[in-house]
């Protein structure tokens, strides 16, 4: 069954249970997205996609919200546009932004304030560097899920990343805070793959960011290799 509805002035049909957000797209436009990737199932979390779907009371979030038939959509409306805004100043007033070059570009696009709001508490959490691979910085965490969603069903099936505590408080973890490397994980690196910020990514580049040596390098990403006995060399 196909659907026809207004989208920004504009009529369009579209299959049935076809998204607000594939519907725009296929239209030639776009609506900023975080938390939705691609490549992962849409959970309506960071409603920065939000739209105006017949001017009702609660805005809807795009990627999730399916296109009814006869509505009206406006992707870009002033109260849209202000409802963007205030969700990143919000993010910007307790996470550190400054690895994430996407939404610092819809900052832009949107006029946020970077001080609306000075006495908010910011998120910080110790850097985890607990394996060969991967740097983990969740101060810098969106908590989009990206990566604990291709870790699981949406691509990898390894569960080794997971949600702790709760509110505010909120981060991603291994189960019980384990380090990686006692964890399921499999290094294959989806999470590095879909996270929008600096939070999660690979040692080397953290490396060259702090200024380490080559040699201080080589160190933290390789395990010394285990010398034979001379009895056992060929
Ligand atoms: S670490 Fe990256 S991918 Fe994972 S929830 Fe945070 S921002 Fe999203
Ligand atoms: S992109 Fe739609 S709610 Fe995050």
Not at 43 to 68: M, S
Not at 168 to 187: E, G, K, N
């Amino acid at each position: 069954m196909s659907i026809t509805l207004t989208i920004d002035g504009h009529e369009t049909t579209v299959p049935d249970g076809t998204t607000i957000l594939e519907a725009v797209r296929q239209m030639g436009g776009d609506v900023p997205v975080i938390c939705y990737h691609d490549a992962t199932t849409a959970n309506g979390l960071c409603r920065i996609c939000v739209v105006d779907v017949n001017g009702g009371r609660l805005l809807q979030p795009a990627c999730v919200a399916l296109c009814q038939p006869g509505a009206n959509v406006e992707t870009r409306s002033e109260r849209v546009e202000r409802s963007r805004r205030t969700i990143l100043e919000m993010l910007n007033s307790t996470v550190d932004l400054s690895q994430a070059p996407e939404i610092q570009a819809m900052m832009a696009e949107y006029q946020a304030d970077t001080d609306r709001f000075p006495g908010a508490e910011r998120r910080e959490f110790p850097v985890y560097d607990d394996n060969p691979f991967y740097v983990r910085d969740y101060s810098q965490c969106v908590l989009c899920w990206r990566c604990v969603q291709v870790c699981a069903e949406d691509a990898q099936y390894t569960f080794a990343l997971t949600l702790d505590e709760r509110g505010f408080h909120t981060h991603v973890s291994t189960a019980f805070d384990i380090s990686l490397t006692d964890s399921p994980c499999v290094f294959c690196g989806q999470c590095i793959g879909v996270c929008p910020t600096g939070a999660l990514k690979p040692k080397i580049e953290y490396g060259l960011e702090q200024g380490w040596s080559p040699d201080d390098i080589r160190r933290s990403t390789r395990k010394p290799r285990r010398r034979q006995p001379a009895n056992e060399e060929t």
